[in-house]
Nanobody, 121 residues
Framework: QVQLVESGGGLVQPGTSLTLSCAASGSIFRITSMGWYRQAPGKERELVATITSGGVTNYADSVKGRFTISRDNAKNTVYLQMNSLKPEDTAVYYC???????????????WGKGTLVTVSA
């Protein structure tokens, strides 16, 4: 019964900023890590950024220095602050969570349905 819901996508111009949010809800025992992945039309899904509950982060080379991932553990929410957006950032952004549900002591990956980010002049 664990769910991830993304929000914050939209149409923006190059050079502007946008912040995505993802909230995990349901019968959650523990969240080990959360992250963002993206998939552009005709391309494979790729990692954008991840963060552990302890705050350890990892970024794709293509977004280093421009994107910042953060989380609010009390709210089970992860954020992706995107600055200096480029047309090549256009993609559906998916939230990922490594979560152990209350119903079973088995960690699994959960995915949101995605939010579309379009960067165009």
């Amino acid at each position: 019964q664990v769910q991830l819901v993304e929000s914050g996508g939209g149409l923006v111009q190059p050079g502007t900023s946008l912040t995505l949010s993802c909230a995990a809800s349901g019968s959650i025992f523990r969240i080990t890590s959360m992250g963002w992945y993206r998939q552009a039309p005709g391309k494979e899904r790729e990692l954008v950024a991840t963060i552990t509950s302890g705050g350890v982060t990892n970024y794709a080379d293509s977004v280093k220095g421009r994107f910042t991932i953060s989380r609010d553990n009390a709210k089970n929410t992860v954020y992706l602050q995107m600055n200096s957006l480029k047309p090549e950032d256009t993609a559906v952004y998916y939230c990922n969570g490594q979560i152990t549900p209350l119903t079973r002591a088995i960690l699994a990956n959960y995915w949101g349905k995605g939010t579309l980010v379009t960067v165009s002049a």
